[in-house]
């Protein structure tokens, strides 16, 4: 992808493609629920699917019609063996949730993915689910997971991971007794809030001293069909649109039916707190989850710290926070961010990378970013950027190139389509 500064500002209104971490939940619960699930706004990205044709390999029929996909559900036990290994591409969100669900068949599966796949740390989830019986041939990809007789688990979660919670949720569904997970700090709660629609009960306890503890009670569950899914904008997508909206002079646009669901959401308080001129409007609860308009429109920023609970409920939104903060004015601090070191690149290394490309000061630390801003900066230069196959950092360096007066040219750009297909017409199509 090649972009060229521009005179012109985003304007207008703008559809985002569908929430990433709900198109694949809403495949993997609908394929185990009795019954046939319609999903409006399906994410066709690249991961989700993949998702889609490894439940497919597993007897799960589906049809689309218009804009609307149906899934024939086969009950919880009605999986059935693939003929092949099951390959998840880029997806560490289908690899984790779906060794949770692979747990609790009875028969044996391989699970796989690309080279990021193989290299980012499964033991998180393996550990847990050997606890509660699972049987697996490894702790990371590819991994052959046997049949296991599940029983129930009281899991104190070392890393706020909804990726965790969700696959020992998801297992759960398979065991002989309770399973509960409590995390230091609410990580996205879509798995609770779809199951719940899927009429599973759980119970939620936020009153151990600020923890978050969500339990599945032992029993015969089962997964209702009929649901009908409306999967919002992914506010991760949106991310990039309103930080571009912010660092383009004259810019104003407004990102219609985007997800806020507030464990996901937390860039929107952090860049109010840096001054971004934003608001929610039409806010509504769809499908379970939180919905609204957001407007976004250019704004001098000023630098921020953020850290703690925060970091959780905005870690895929770093790398554009960061681009951010790299035209506020100050400096920005991002602490307590280790995960971004294991998702789809080490991101700390990738950010700091990037901005010291565009000529930016941003320093790593062990567990986050120091970003010295400089508001207003001219760039006018060729710069050439690989962005290390991570689909968050080639949209940042997108976003960068919209204020370099000459071409940046991104290179292995196709990482993008895993999460947002088309982006670069979406980008340039609203430039007005
Ligand atoms: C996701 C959870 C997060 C997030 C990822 C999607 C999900 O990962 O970074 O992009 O859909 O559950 P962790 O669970 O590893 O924090």
Redesign the pocket.
């Known amino acids: 992808m090649r972009i060229k500064g521009t005179k012109k500002s985003l304007r207008g209104s703008l559809a985002m493609p569908g929430d990433?971490?709900?198109s694949?939940?809403a495949v993997m619960l609908a394929a185990l629920a009795d019954g046939r699930t319609e999903i409006g706004g399906f994410l066709r990205g690249e991961d989700c699917l993949n998702t889609l044709k490894n439940f497919k390999m597993m007897g799960v029929d589906y049809i689309e019609k218009k804009d609307k996909l149906l899934i024939k559900g086969r009950g919880l036990k009605g999986l059935q063996k693939p003929g092949k290994a099951l390959d998840v591409g880029n997806s560490?969100?289908a690899f984790?949730?779906m060794t949770g669900i692979l747990a609790g068949q009875e028969f044996i599966t391989k699970l796989t993915g690309d080279a990021s796949i193989q290299k980012r740390p499964m033991k998180?989830v393996v550990e847990p689910l050997r606890k509660m019986g699972g049987r697996f041939s490894g702790e990371s990809a590819p991994l052959i997971i046997f049949p296991g007789k599940l029983k129930g688990l009281n899991y104190e979660s070392p890393?706020?991971?909804?990726?965790?919670?969700?696959a020992l949720l998801l297992a759960g569904l398979y065991a002989s007794g309770a399973v509960s997970v409590t995390e230091k700090v609410l990580?996205?709660d879509?798995?609770e809030r779809m199951l719940k629609n899927f009429g599973v009960k759980l119970k939620t306890d936020t009153s151990v001293s600020g923890k978050y503890k969500v339990t599945l009670p032992a029993g015969r569950h089962k997964l209702r069909g009929g649901l009908k899914i409306a999967v919002p904008g992914d506010f991760?997508s949106a991310a990039f649109f309103i930080v571009a909206a912010l660092l383009v002079p004259g810019s104003k646009i407004t990102l219609k039916n985007i997800g806020v669901n507030p464990a996901r959401a937390g860039l929107i308080d952090v860049l109010k707190k840096m001054g971004a001129r934003l608001a929610l409007k039409n806010k509504k609860i769809v499908s379970g989850e939180p919905v609204a308009d957001i407007e976004a429109a250019y704004s001098p920023l000023k630098g921020t710290t953020v850290d703690g609970a925060l970091i959780?409920r905005l870690?895929?939104e770093v790398p554009v926070l960061a681009a951010a903060a790299a035209l506020a004015q100050g400096r920005t601090v991002i602490k307590d961010a280790g995960?971004l070191r294991?998702?789809e690149s080490d991101r700390l290394k990738s950010i700091c990378a990037l901005l010291s490309a565009f000529g930016f000061k941003a320093g790593e630390t062990a567990d986050g970013l120091i970003i010295d801003g400089s508001p207003g900066r001219q760039i006018s230069k060729n710069i050439k950027i690989d962005p290390a196959y991570d689909h968050r950092i080639a949209m940042t360096a997108a976003v960068l190139g919209l204020l370099n007066q000459k071409e940046t040219l991104i290179s292995a750009d196709k990482c993008i389509e895993t999460s947002f297909p088309r982006f670069e017409q979406a980008l340039l199509g609203a430039l007005k």
Request: proline share 0%; no cysteine; aromatic share 0%.
């Open positions: 990433k971490s709900i694949h939940r560490g969100t984790r949730l998180r890393i706020a991971s909804a990726q965790v919670k969700s990580s996205r879509h798995t991760s959780v870690i895929d995960e294991v998702k």
